[in-house]
């Protein structure tokens, strides 16, 4: 009997160990789980993942492959899990006046990728103290008293921000509006007529001057896009040579005027003088009794625009 109750005992007694070993085995993977994680996160951000290799590709002919790098800050030798890359691109973008976009991009075990696509001078932007160079995107490039050739020339925009490197910003939200509908359509490269000059100091009597012959009184900055794919269909209808000034009237027709005619009336509103010689017969037609396109309602031109809201 009490041999076979030693042997109990001991059964028994190992039980409680292979219990509690079970029960420690999950703390003990946690453990080890932790602890492997800890090496290896180490490891990559001292010793595995740094940089050997940094490519720059894209188009950015104002600066070299090493200016561009070291307007990021990056160095090789880098440990690429600890780079921001965010804060890396937004250095070099504010440096590199020039550059329009760039993207770091991490290509594991030990390459960067610098991806850079340089700024497309578009406008001259007209203003008070000289003109802005700018973007095709709207990042101003230079502040200069002499216009680059061959760009679109932008009057009439009050600029708050001058700095070159820096997104053109007007003084008012209007502007800014006119601004980017208008650069949007110019940047689509649709147009069948260019565009190479746009008045819009007087935003109820915004001029865009198409191809340096034909001049479009769109009226008000409302309804932008519409009135300027409008005026290209009006002029698509033209001789090539045509010139004078096409006037929107309401929302769906065009006036097409001559020249002395269209400035006589201009000048009409602006001198008592020559309005009076006007209505007395003592000048030339007003320009009212122009071409009406398309439709040919001549009682059009009396129809007022309807003004946007504020």
């Known amino acids: 009997m009490r041999d076979v109750e030693k042997t109990s005992m001991e059964h028994e007694t190992n039980t409680r160990r292979t219990r509690r070993r079970k029960r420690g085995r999950p703390l003990y993977a946690f453990l080890v789980v932790v ?15 740094n940089i050997k290799t940094i490519r720059v590709t894209g188009n950015a002919d104002s600066y070299t492959a090493e200016d561009i790098v070291r307007a990021t800050g990056i ?14 691109e937004q250095k070099a973008i504010d440096s590199l006046i020039y550059v329009e976009s760039l993207v770091i991009d991490r290509q594991f075990p030990n390459t960067l990728e610098i991806q850079v696509q340089k700024c497309t001078p578009a406008y001259n932007v007209v203003y008070e ?7 095709e995107h709207g990042r101003i490039l230079e502040d200069t008293m002499d216009p680059m050739s061959g760009l679109v020339t932008i009057r009439g925009y009050d600029p708050e921000e001058t700095t070159p490197g820096k997104t053109i910003a007007a ?3 209007r502007s800014d509006k006119i601004f980017s509908e208008l650069r949007d359509l110019i940047y689509q490269g649709e147009l069948g ?23 479009f009184d769109m009226g008000n900055w409302s309804e932008i896009p519409y009135k300027i794919s ?3 269909q009006v ?11 096409l006037v929107m009237i309401g929302t ?10 269209y400035e006589a009336s201009r000048d009409a509103v602006n001198d008592p003088d020559i309005l009076d010689g006007l209505l007395s017969g003592e000048t030339s037609e007003p320009a009212g009794e122009g071409e009406t396109l398309p439709g040919g309602d001549e009682n059009a031109a009396d129809e007022p625009e309807e003004d946007a809201a504020e």
Do not use: H, W
């Open 35 to 49: 602890l492997a994680g800890t090496v290896i996160v180490t490891l990559s951000m001292t010793v595995f993942f």
């Open 75 to 88: 160095q090789i030798g880098d440990n690429m899990m600890r780079l921001n890359t965010r804060e890396a």
């Open 129 to 135: 103290y000289g003109t802005l160079i700018v973007s």
């Open 171 to 173: 003084k008012t939200e």
């Open 193 to 215: 007529v260019p565009i190479v000059d746009i008045d819009m100091t007087d935003q109820n009597d915004i001029m865009v001057n198409f191809d340096d012959r034909i001049y």
């Open 230 to 232: 409008f005026a290209e």
């Open 235 to 245: 002029i698509a209808e033209q001789p090539a040579d045509k010139e004078g000034y």
């Open 252 to 261: 769906n027709q065009c006036s097409f005027r001559n020249k002395e005619d």
